[in-house]
């Protein structure tokens, strides 16, 4: 599946059994979509220690934070101290991160790796590849078990959790879509902490 970019979690796995899900789907490049490339709960999966343990599995890394990972930088992508994932996708460092992603693809076999277990939690999955599929890219997520999910399949998924019909009389599948990536958005974008009264009901994006 040439055209495939997948997509994983790292949670709290081992870095071994990660490693074991990635050269399981011949995974031989990660690119970390993490703002912040360090995890004080899992420190195995810290910037420079991980890429030494891809490396000795073969597997090539590359850091996208910065132009792919959910806690921008750009203040014009904030509303009210919240990050808004359609302001965020038409910054023209969030598009050169995803021509990094496409032209990538033509030598390596790719998976994009952030910190949550679900894809349906995480920008990875609501944000990144909502629009690598617009481009044509198929999305296969690696869930926690070693299992594949497509992205199709993730998004019945996410109409079941939002409540939202797969068949709608008023409106096309397409705008359905468009109204559930927009509500998950909301519920996951990361939120200054400071401008924030609560922890959003799906936590902070890493």
Known sequence: MKDTVYTIGHSTHAAEKLIDHLTRYHITAVADVRSHPYSRINPQFNKEGFRADLKVAGI???FLGRELGARSEDRSCYVDGKVQYDLLAQT???????DRICQ????YRIALMCAEQDPLT???AILVCRHLVARGVAVQHILKDGRLESHGEALKRLLVELDLPENDLFRARDEV???A???RGQQ???TEKELSDKTPAWGVEA
């Open 104 to 107: 990538g693809m033509s030598a």
């Open 122 to 124: 995480c920008h990875r």
């Open 177 to 179: 879509i468009a109204e």
């Open 60 to 62: 090539a890394y590359v």
């Open 92 to 98: 023209a460092l969030f598009q050169a991160g995803l």
């Open 188 to 190: 996951i974008a990361y």
């Open 181 to 183: 990536y927009l509500r």
